[in-house]
């Protein structure tokens, strides 16, 4: 960590205890890795990964019943997308018959310290990275009749 001067003597007082846990060899080793271009080249292929995944999702919430409850944004945020669902079902609702199925929604609501905003109820953050595509029928399904 590089500190300004002023803050090296309160970061040694009081932070002293959060050493460096990552061994020169393994610094090295990274360094290494981003010099000869591997870094990049990993990147890249998460990215190509991770693009072929979403857009894999993206299509089967959009050609299934589904769609007709749902609404996509911010699908070009990363591993994760919002999911607005329109239903008249409450999110805590939505939340226990998910969590029956074995599918984690994580409601966007939970993401605020004082949440009193009612445009963002049932809208959920996606995060697309641990899903097996081989099991994207059935979650889909699973949704669907959550929602309806």
């Known amino acids: 960590m590089i500190l300004p001067e002023p803050l090296t003597k309160k970061y040694y007082d009081t932070l002293f ?8 060899f393994e610094q090295y080793t990274l360094a ?10 990993h ?15 993206l299509t089967t919430f959009k050609n ?7 609404t996509i944004t911010e699908e070009e945020s ?10 008249k079902k409450s999110e805590d ?6 969590r029956a199925k074995k599918i984690k929604l994580a ?26 595509l081989r099991k994207l029928d059935e979650i889909t399904d699973s949704l669907y009749k959550i929602v309806k």
């Open 107 to 132: 409601p966007l609501s939970a993401y605020y310290q004082n949440f009193d905003n009612p445009t963002s109820t049932n809208t959920y953050v996606m995060n697309y990275s641990s899903i097996d």
């Open 78 to 87: 990363g591993v994760h997308f919002l999911m607005h669902i329109n239903t």
């Open 43 to 57: 990147i890249n292929w998460l990215r190509n990964y991770y693009q072929v995944k979403r857009d894999a999702i």
């Open 64 to 70: 299934s019943p589904l769609k007709n409850y749902i």
């Open 17 to 24: 205890f959060y050493s460096c846990t990552v061994s020169n």
């Open 32 to 41: 290494k890795f981003m010099a000869n271009g591997s870094f990049e080249k």
């Open 93 to 98: 609702e939505l939340l226990l018959a998910a």
